[in-house]
Nanobody, 125 residues
Framework: QVQLVESGGGLVQAGGSLRLSCAAS????????MGWFRQAPGKEREFVAA????????YYAGSVKGRFTISRDNARNTVYLQMNSLKPEDTAVYYC??????????????????WGQGTQVTVSS
């Protein structure tokens, strides 16, 4: 079992930056693929970024590539999402997610077994 707790959301002006954190419980954090998803009102949950268990591979949605950076610190059981050059269309609830590295899948919510409660990110124009 893995429990995930996100933090770092808030209100920021367009062009600004935020860093989201996701703290995970459990001693097997380093064996999990970690992902970030987001969901805006009236829209489906969408993939943002993911990182392999070692941190050696990262994956991004086209809409955030070059602006967002995912990273992890396995010693601290934490994954981060650095968000720069934020746009109003980035406004959403951001969720951290995890699945065992023994499972395949990266880009779809159904690939993941564990979810955090979400943190609100609001970008004003």
């Amino acid at each position: 079992q893995v429990q995930l707790v996100e933090s770092g959301g808030g209100l920021v002006q367009a062009g600004g930056s935020l860093r989201l954190s996701c703290a995970a419980s459990g001693r097997t954090f380093s064996s999990y693929v970690m992902g970030w998803f987001r969901q805006a009102p009236g829209k489906e949950r969408e993939f943002v970024a993911a990182i392999s268990w070692s941190g050696g591979s990262t994956y991004y949605a086209g809409s955030v590539k070059g602006r967002f950076t995912i990273s992890r610190d396995n010693a601290r059981n934490t994954v981060y999402l650095q968000m720069n050059s934020l746009k109003p269309e980035d406004t959403a609830v951001y969720y951290c997610a995890a699945h065992s590295s023994f499972k395949s899948g990266t880009y779809y919510p159904e690939d993941y077994d564990y979810w955090g409660q979400g943190t609100q990110v609001t970008v004003s124009s």
